[in-house]
Each structure stands twice: as structure tokens, then as C-alpha cells.
């Protein structure tokens, strides 16, 4: 194992957080009970301006359950991006409907609107939007073309916590949308994640869904299937101290894409790039070099200076479990930026040297290849 100088990301913890742990833990209230649940969800809509904030164990589940809460079923479309985390895919899998992959454009990572309304069809009922790497898609368009075609939007803003569209936070544009605070995530509870909407129906059955399909006003009595995906206080009260300090980490992540384009002056990489309409602190910097060959060798270059990178992700459709013939050479968009992408260190706590080694190492490299 390889002890990186450099990490990919590493969150800031402090003494906000460790303190209000600590309560939680002189109160004995350390499972899914407990004040700070109800706090980090109303400050969570406060922040992102939208009515309903439903906690839950993690992104995943917080997909899953709002699948299950837009009555998503077994023959069902939905369309997604090939070009994503595996996660959201999985989920359309465990409400038993049919996934439905559309492709990726090349200068923002993000889905392709201009493809979109051309893939729905009598069988389509919703299409997921990750806002891939903290990079914000073409969300009203999207958004329009949804409305006009009555099928659902589902927002997957795992990696888009602090990015705007037209000054409107993303996931308060979709019926429905999600978030992930894992450890690497731009604000954490540890592990978890939450729901969020503005429709007072479908907050109420997220709800229901994840408490175990529990009534309100019988103990242990269980009408519905549901699921206990429940975060806990202590994951609460660490993700209330980290919206505390949601602006500065916001800042400190836009310096940090700053530094990364004054020193990455090298014309044989693309990276990440603000678009009109878009405000964004970008959750991970990522380059795209020549090809393949370049990219890994790069990767490999950099680990032995102790710096960590992460390819960009496999096209879901290549994978065994999703694989078809018939889509083996149907996004080439998808095969081009999984083929050339690399991420790069991204914490909020990275230093402006650590940045700047980085940058000074990739530079050379390139000039050399």
C-alpha cells in the first residue's frame, strides 16, 4: 500500500464537529433518534433553499428510496448517463425497471440534453442527472424537456453540494433529488445522505419508506415494504457542524481549482471549465490528456511521487452485469472521457505548495510525452 503525500481528498474535521459528537455520545444518543437529526435536516433546506430534507444512511439509498417514492416500477425506463458512478444505475435495477443509457458531452462530462428527447419513449418515466465531478448539466433544459414530456426528474447531486445554476442551488430544480456525505464528499456526515424535495407527498413517503414502513400511531406496526435506511445523531450532529462551515469550504475549493488553472498551463490537457449560468466549487479536479496510454502512465508517474489520483469512471455499459452488444459502440463520447480522465488531489485543505508540486509534475511529464 503506498503512503501517499498528496491524498485525493481529505475532509476537514475540527472542534465543531468532534464537540457535538461528543454530546451525542454523554447523551447516549447515538442512533437514528436524537436532536440533531431534525437540526441538520432544516439546516440542510435552509442552505439549499428547498421545503424537505429527508436524512438517510447514504447517497444510494437516498436514490433508491426516491425511485420507490415516484412509484418507479418493473418495466419502467429510466435514462441515465453510461458515464457515472455505478450507484444511481444500481438503484433503477432494484425497483425492477430497465435502464436506459444515454451519452455524455464532451466539454462539460455532463448528459446530454440535445439526445435526450429523442430517447424517450411511452416506456420512459423518469431520467436521473448526476452532476458529475461538481460540474452542473444543462439542468433547466433539462427540466423542460421533462415537464413537457410528464416524465420525472431525479437530480443525483452526490458530487454537486455548493454548485448553482442561475443562482439556484442544484436538486431544487428536479421532482426530486439526492446527495451523498461520505468521508470524500464536499460537506460529510461520515457516511450518509438525504432526499430532498418540495413536494409534501413525496417527502412523506420517503419518509415512511426509510423508517421501515413503520404507522405513526402504532409501535411496530408496518403497513407498506420499507426500509431502514436511517441515518444516526452522531452522523447528524458531524454533518450540522459541517454546513457551519459549508461557505468556507466552498472557498477554500474554489481556490483550490484557482491555483490548479494558473499552474496547469499545458495544452495537451483539458480540465475542468465554468460555463455560463454556472457557480460552482467543482468536488474534483479532473484533466483529460491524449489518450489512454498518456493518462495511465501519468497516474503511474504520479503515485511514485506519492500523489494520489483516481481514473475518471468506466462507462457503466461496459461492466459485465450491464453489458449488450448492441451498446458497445453507442456512446463513444462515454468511451473517450472514461479512456482519458484523471482526478486530481481536490480537498479543501490541500496547500497552495501541494498544488503547485502537482502542477510543476504533470507539466513535465507532458512536455516529455
Not at 436514490?63 to 458512478?85: C, M, N, Q, R
Not at 446527495?179 to 420517503?206: D, L, Y
Not at 488531489?345 to 512536455?367: A, E, R, T
Request: aromatic residues 12%.
Amino acid at each position: 500500500m503506498v503512503n501517499f503525500n498528496i491524498k485525493l481528498y481529505e475532509p476537514i474535521i475540527g472542534f465543531q464537529e468532534k464537540k457535538l459528537v461528543k454530546e451525542c455520545l454523554d447523551s447516549s444518543w447515538i442512533s437514528s433518534r436524537g436532536k440533531y437529526i431534525q437540526k441538520f435536516e432544516e439546516s440542510f433546506s435552509k442552505f439549499i433553499k428547498i421545503k424537505h430534507t429527508i436524512s438517510v444512511v447514504n447517497g444510494t439509498a437516498a436514490l433508491h428510496l426516491s425511485l420507490l417514492a415516484l412509484g418507479i416500477k418493473e418495466k419502467d425506463e429510466v435514462i441515465i448517463p453510461t458515464f457515472t458512478y455505478i450507484a444511481p444505475v444500481n438503484t433503477i435495477k432494484y425497483v425492477g425497471a430497465k435502464v436506459k443509457f444515454i451519452d455524455s458531452k464532451l466539454d462539460s462530462w455532463q448528459l446530454d440534453e440535445n439526445k435526450l428527447k429523442k430517447m424517450i419513449s411511452k416506456k420512459t418515466k423518469a431520467v436521473i442527472v448526476p452532476h458529475l465531478y461538481g460540474q452542473v448539466a444543462e439542468i433547466k433544459k433539462i427540466q423542460e424537456i421533462c415537464k413537457r414530456k410528464k416524465i420525472f426528474l431525479i437530480e443525483d447531486c452526490a458530487e454537486a453540494f455548493g454548485c448553482y445554476y442561475e443562482k439556484k442551488h442544484v436538486g431544487t430544480f428536479g421532482d426530486i433529488a439526492t446527495f451523498s456525505f461520505f468521508g470524500s464528499k464536499m460537506i460529510t456526515t461520515g457516511e450518509g445522505g438525504a432526499v430532498v424535495t418540495n413536494n409534501k407527498k413525496i417527502a412523506k413517503k420517503v419518509y415512511r419508506l426509510k423508517t421501515v414502513g413503520v404507522t405513526k400511531d402504532r409501535n411496530y406496526w408496518h403497513d407498506i415494504l420499507g426500509y431502514n435506511y436511517r441515518m444516526t445523531n452522531i452522523c447528524a450532529a458531524i454533518g450540522l457542524a459541517q454546513l457551519k462551515r459549508a461557505n468556507q469550504i466552498i472557498k477554500y475549493k474554489k481556490r483550490v481549482f484557482q491555483l490548479y488553472c494558473k499552474h496547469l498551463k499545458n495544452s495537451k490537457l483539458k480540465m475542468n471549465e465554468i460555463f455560463k449560468n454556472i457557480n460552482t466549487p467543482f468536488w474534483l479536479i479532473v484533466i483529460f490528456v491524449k489518450n489512454k496510454s498518456i493518462r495511465d502512465r501519468l497516474a503511474k508517474f504520479l503515485k511514485r511521487n506519492k500523489v494520489e489520483t483516481r481514473t475518471a469512471f468506466y462507462p457503466i455499459h461496459t461492466m459485465p452485469m450491464y453489458y449488450s452488444k448492441k451498446n458497445k459502440k453507442a456512446f463513444p463520447n462515454a468511451e473517450i472521457l472514461s479512456k482519458t480522465g484523471l482526478c486530481l488531489p481536490s480537498g479543501p485543505g490541500l496547500k497552495d505548495i501541494d498544488i503547485k508540486k502537482i502542477c510543476k509534475l504533470i507539466n513535465n511529464f507532458l512536455y516529455k510525452n
